[in-house]
Nanobody
C-alpha cells in the first residue's frame, strides 16, 4: 500500500530552522509532483510549496518565499522542506502530498496524503 510518511517536525524558537522529510513507500513517486501543505488550528489547510516530478519547477506560498525550500531525492523516494527564519505564524501541522498535476497540486488536488507532522514555533 502506497503511503507518505512525514517526519522532522518539532518545537523551535522564532528565527530557527527545521527540515521536514516525506518518505514514500509502497511504490515509486518519481513520476508524481510533490507538495507540502499546512493547517493551523481553526484555519483551512493551505498550500505551502510544490516541486514537479522532474524537480525543474517549484512553487511557493508568498509568505514563505525566500525562507522555505522544497527539494526531492528521487533515489531515496523522499521530499524535503527546509524551513528557515521560522515565525510563530508558521505553526501548523504540515502535510505531504503527491499529485499527477503540478498546476492543480496547489489547490489540493492530490492522489496521496501523509498523516502530518506538527511544527510549533515559539516567540
Amino acid at each position: 500500500q502506497a503511503q507518505l510518511i512525514e517526519s522532522g517536525g518539532g518545537l523551535v524558537q522564532a528565527g530557527g530552522s527545521l527540515r521536514l522529510s516525506c518518505a514514500a513507500s509502497g511504490r515509486t513517486f518519481s513520476s508524481y509532483n510533490m507538495g507540502w501543505f499546512r493547517q493551523a488550528p481553526g484555519k483551512e489547510r493551505e498550500f505551502v510549496a510544490a516541486i514537479s516530478w522532474s524537480g525543474s519547477r517549484t512553487s511557493y506560498l508568498d509568505s514563505v518565499k525566500g525562507r522555505f525550500t522544497i527539494s526531492r531525492d528521487t533515489a531515496k523516494n523522499t521530499v524535503y522542506l527546509q524551513m528557515n527564519s521560522l515565525k510563530p505564524e508558521d505553526t501548523a501541522v504540515y502535510y505531504c502530498a503527491a499529485g499527477s498535476s503540478f498546476n492543480r497540486l496547489p489547490v489540493g488536488s492530490a492522489e496521496y496524503w501523509g498523516q502530518g507532522t506538527q511544527v510549533t514555533v515559539s516567540s
